[in-house]
């Protein structure tokens, strides 16, 4: 049996041993059992299926619109799933669909950026499996929450704003530990690279190159520490392997119909799913 210290679980802290089961841990804690536990038998459970689909569908809205399929998976997944077991698993099917991403937009890269960004992500990646450790799932959503609702005023009254000019090396390594601190601790770490984005001013191809390689470099970054301190759990693995098919077909039944659909209203109703879904993770993070 896996033993928290006295008076830690009133204090709502979290803290995960190297190679320590988090879904037990969070039992130990008298936290829900994780509701997507292996079954003997290998066919999907409704959870499985609920994976994929949420998966795919923001596999698909990264193809079609370019906002991080994540920031819309992930609140519907966090229905289901615990924190602690959602965030490694985004982690890891986020690097398979990067991993895709390289293939099409490497040539464009501009690798002169990546010791820079790199420089900042590798501390900010250590920062970052720190938080998921001391951080309770409550916090974490909390933190998902705010993010969300700061992506979205981002889109909407900053984004279309006038930037570029900026220098490469502290807004790199500005940026990079964003990156590494929010991608290892919530999954989520498109707002820093979005920021580093419009600091810069580089055309959309050469930018979606040069992040397609940091996000790949530092996701495995991030996987090795996950891995590290035990957050990769057997649940975690087989939900894996529905959601990683499930982000990789959904990013390819984008491109058959990106050219007929209106990309602008599309953006402006998934930015309204994703600020309804960052009030429900304030919400549910309070009660």
Same mark, same amino acid.
Request: hydrophobic share 55%.
């Given at each position: ?114 010791? +820079? ?12 499996? !720190? ?22 005023? +981002?889109?909407? !009254? ?68 996950? +891995? +590290? ?12 392997? !529905? ?45």
């Amino acid at each position: 049996m896996d033993i928290i210290p006295p008076g830690w679980q009133e204090k709502g802290i979290l803290v995960l041993p190297r190679r320590q089961s988090p879904v037990r841990a969070m039992t130990a804690a008298g936290a829900r059992p994780h509701a997507g536990a292996r079954k003997e038998d290998a066919m999907p459970d409704a959870l499985d299926i609920f994976v994929f689909v949420c998966w795919f569908a923001g596999g698909f809205v990264s193809g079609v619109s370019g906002i991080g399929g994540t920031m819309f998976a992930f609140p519907f997944l966090a229905l289901a799933i615990p924190m602690h077991a959602l965030i490694p698993l985004s982690c890891l099917v986020c690097f398979f669909k990067d991993a895709c991403m390289i293939a099409m937009h490497v040539r464009f890269c501009r690798f002169d950026a990546m010791p +820079w960004l790199l420089l900042g992500a590798v501390p900010g990646s250590f920062a970052g499996v !720190y938080l998921l450790q001391i951080c309770s799932g409550a916090a974490l959503q909390g933190i998902v929450g705010i993010l969300l609702l700061f992506f979205v005023y +981002w889109q909407l !009254y900053v984004h279309g704003g006038r930037g570029g000019g900026a220098r490469l090396q502290p807004v790199g390594v500005a940026c990079g530990f964003g990156a590494g601190l929010l991608g290892t601790g919530i999954a989520l770490d498109g707002p820093p690279m979005a920021a580093f984005g419009l600091a810069v001013g580089w055309e959309p191809r050469v930018f979606l190159g040069t992040v397609s390689v940091f996000f790949m470099l530092r996701g495995i970054i991030t996987l090795v520490l996950q +891995w +590290w301190h035990g957050f990769f759990t057997p649940e975690v693995l087989g939900m894996a392997m !529905y959601g990683t098919p499930g982000v990789m077909l959904g990013s390819l039944a984008a491109f058959p119909v990106v050219k007929r659909i209106n990309v602008l209203l599309f953006r402006r109703v998934l930015l309204a799913i994703i600020a309804i879904c960052g009030v429900v993770c304030l919400v549910r993070s309070i009660w």
